[in-house]
């Protein structure tokens, strides 16, 4: 008996979810259980750790808090009539979601689209707020490492290897402005930039033999005008909100950094900015959820090599303290937020004080993504 062109559809997407799950594990595996421990041995590390005092403790845990605020600053200012606390609830469940599920961001997409819908904003409202918030995100991402290169040049710090990452990152984001502003400049460009996306989503949809998109150009146009007015209202929270958010997630590694021994003159502030910036962009490749594993692993490798020279220890025990600073960073910014995210979804399905009507079912058109 012949499969359906959907039963043919899901089994790949089956398939797809498993492989990419296969090879998360794998990397998460081999960098934990083979490369991490070549750099530092865990009960070495184990031991810089347990030399935290209860307030160093105390101290991340507000600056954890404080980042995660900005988050939901970001989103208020994106979104008008969305409370604080929804903003913290949406947040901090699709950030669980897409840190624990290979793949998850598309899951969680759907998950705060469900939150938003069942709060009565509107498909437009809620695409208004997903790429705004991506967009101005990817801008701070692409211009972190290029303003940290040059904070390093003028410190006289400066490396010729930070250097074609961050050119990279200076092309990609010219790139990425550019194609904004002409899409706010000009309806046809939107138009083309949408029927351009349309006719590669429908090839995609081909495949799986579903008709094409045929809207997405007039999306795009409507998307512009929304977009136009949002952000000559709003762009002055929008851009420091984002860059607040931001500054707060370095603050928490730069107090690990301190709190485990890192000194000042081993390893500077306008270094570890440097190496916290190339670290994030490998956020925007998938190879496991949240970047578990290689974000550690390009922190303690990005630190070691920019302090292993103005070190007052031991080298080991240097390593030892880059593995648990970054151990401690990535406990507070990623590993609570797991536990987290389950509770505020519970707070999602049991308060029915926040629900309204639902709106008329819309297409929510979106660019941009789950924040960071």
Same mark, same amino acid.
């Given at each position: ?159 010729? #290897?930070?250097? *074609? ?6 092309? +990609?984001? !010219?790139?990425? &402005?550019? /194609? =904004? %502003?002409?899409? @706010? ?73 301190? #709190?485990?021994? *890192? ?6 502030? +306008?270094? !570890?900015?440097? &190496?916290? /910036? =190339? %670290?994030?962009? @490998? ?90």
């Amino acid at each position: 008996m012949n499969s359906t062109p959907k039963a043919v559809h899901d089994r790949r997407k089956r398939v797809v979810f498993f492989v990419r799950g296969i090879v998360s594990l794998v990397i998460v595996v081999a960098i934990f259980a083979l490369i991490v421990p070549k750099i530092a041995s865990y009960s070495t590390v184990g031991r810089t750790l347990s030399a935290l005092t209860p307030l160093q403790i105390l101290a991340v845990t507000g600056a954890m808090v404080f980042n995660l605020v900005t988050y939901w600053w970001q989103m208020q200012a994106a979104m008008p009539g969305l409370t604080l606390l929804q903003a913290a609830v949406n947040n901090q469940t699709g950030t669980t979601i897409s840190n624990l599920v290979p793949g998850g961001g598309v899951i969680a997409l759907g998950v705060v689209v469900e939150m938003f819908r069942s709060w009565g904003f509107t498909g437009s409202e809620i695409g208004l707020e997903l790429s705004i918030t991506g967009i101005w995100n990817s801008f701070m991402k692409l211009a972190l490492p290029i303003v940290a290169v040059a904070l390093l040049a003028i410190s006289g710090k400066g490396a010729t #290897y930070l250097l *074609i990452p961050a050119i990279v990152g200076l092309l +990609a984001l !010219a790139g990425t &402005v550019l /194609a =904004f %502003a002409l899409m @706010l400049w000009k309806k046809r460009f939107a138009r083309a930039v949408g029927g351009g996306l349309g006719a590669a989503w429908s090839w995609l949809r081909s495949l799986v033999h579903k008709p094409p998109v045929t809207t997405w150009g007039e999306g795009a146009v409507r998307f512009r005008k929304d977009t136009i007015k949002l952000v000559e209202k709003r762009w002055i929270p929008l851009t420091l909100t984002t860059i607040v958010s931001h500054l707060a997630l370095f603050f928490v590694l730069l107090l690990s950094l301190r #709190y485990i021994g *890192i000194h000042e003159h081993e390893v500077s502030w +306008a270094q !570890a900015l440097a &190496v916290f /910036a =190339f %670290a994030r962009l @490998l956020t925007a490749l998938p190879f496991t959820p949240g970047g578990v594993g290689v974000v550690e692993l390009a922190l303690i490798g990005g630190l070691y090599a920019v302090g292993r020279s103005h070190a007052d220890v031991a080298l080991p025990l240097f390593k030892a303290q880059l593995t648990g600073a970054t151990f401690l960073f990535r406990a507070f910014t990623y590993g609570i937020q797991i536990p987290l995210g389950g509770f505020t979804y519970l707070i999602w399905r049991r308060n029915k004080r926040w629900r309204k009507e639902r709106p008329a079912e819309e297409a929510v058109a979106s660019v941009g993504g789950i924040p960071p």
